[in-house]
């Protein structure tokens, strides 16, 4: 199996630590992972702001840099959302890239959407005692179809209390250039989405799209609450080396 990392622009430029949990959950499953480094991003904020061109040109790079992995996987379901939905309509008019986007289509996986589906892993060995309350990203739900994945994976952890999220389904505001364009609405609707975190009384907020927890983050660091906020992969490798240390301290 040839694996490859499709790391994204949030993730390489401001966490590249969600990027090595999910790498090194991957290690411990068996799966070599490679890095690209010809890859860049995915073309969306281009696209959404209308600029197809510019995008398609962004979104060639990909192709080329995932040419020959089996598989690519990408702790983001609105970058993996992207690909899946846009990248036909992008190369529609260009035969040979077509075929190269429809499949690139095929074998792009967002993280969990991995575990579940292609591993058959439902549970990673992790322990993690806090309580959580889960976030579902716009893109990663309804464009991509990731939904319970993440939440399969969070009930087979160890002294995880999972609890949720009251109307988890609303848009966090985030939207990429939304937020830029549209700040004062982006800033009601994170409010509102940080007030349903704390009624949770949750110790952690996850989520599998960094744009979402940055920018719910952003609010609740802002307004003095510390909620912490963590990717899907952050948890699960925290919580596998937790439980890691019980089983040398039990022996």
Same mark, same amino acid.
């Given at each position: 199996m040839k694996v490859s990392l499709f790391v994204t622009?949030?993730? #390489?430029?401001?966490?590249?630590?969600?990027?090595?949990?999910?790498?090194?959950?991957l290690h411990e499953l068996g799966v070599d992972v490679e890095f690209s480094p010809e $890859?860049?991003?995915?073309? $969306?904020?281009?696209?959404? +702001?209308?600029?197809?061109?510019?995008?398609?040109?962004v979104a060639a790079t990909l192709l080329r840099a995932f040419d020959d992995a089996d598989y690519v996987v990408t702790p983001s379901g609105s970058c993996a959302g992207m690909i899946h939905h846009y990248y036909p309509t992008l190369f529609q008019h260009h035969p040979a890239l077509l075929a190269k986007a429809q499949r690139l289509t095929e074998k792009t996986f967002e993280f969990s959407q991995f575990l579940i589906h292609v591993l058959k892993v439902h549970d990673v060995g992790a322990r993690?005692?806090?309580? *959580?309350?889960?976030?579902? +990203?716009?893109?990663?739900?309804?464009l991509l179809g990731v939904r319970d994945e993440p939440l399969q994976l969070m009930r087979q952890v160890r002294d995880l209390e999972l609890v949720?999220?009251?109307?988890?389904?609303?848009?966090?505001?985030?939207g990429g250039t939304f937020a830029v364009k549209m +700040? #004062?609405? +982006?800033?009601?609707?994170v409010t509102e989405k940080m007030e349903h975190v704390l009624e949770t009384g949750a110790e952690v907020? *996850?989520?599998? #799209?960094?744009?979402?927890?940055?920018?719910?983050?952003?609010?609740?660091?802002? $307004?003095?609450?510390?909620?912490?906020?963590?990717?899907?992969a952050e948890l699960l490798y925290e919580g596998m080396q937790v439980a890691k240390r019980g089983k040398v301290v039990a022996q």
């Open positions: 622009c949030l993730v #390489d430029n401001f966490f590249p630590n969600v990027g090595e949990a999910m790498v090194r959950i $890859q860049t991003c995915c073309g $969306q904020p281009a696209f959404n +702001s209308g600029y197809a061109a510019e995008a398609r040109d993690f005692p806090h309580r *959580v309350t889960y976030h579902p +990203s716009c893109h990663g739900a309804r949720p999220l009251p109307f988890a389904s609303d848009c966090c505001g985030f +700040s #004062d609405i +982006s800033a009601a609707m907020l *996850v989520g599998t #799209d960094m744009g979402c927890l940055m920018n719910i983050g952003g609010r609740l660091h802002r $307004q003095g609450h510390p909620v912490r906020v963590m990717h899907l």
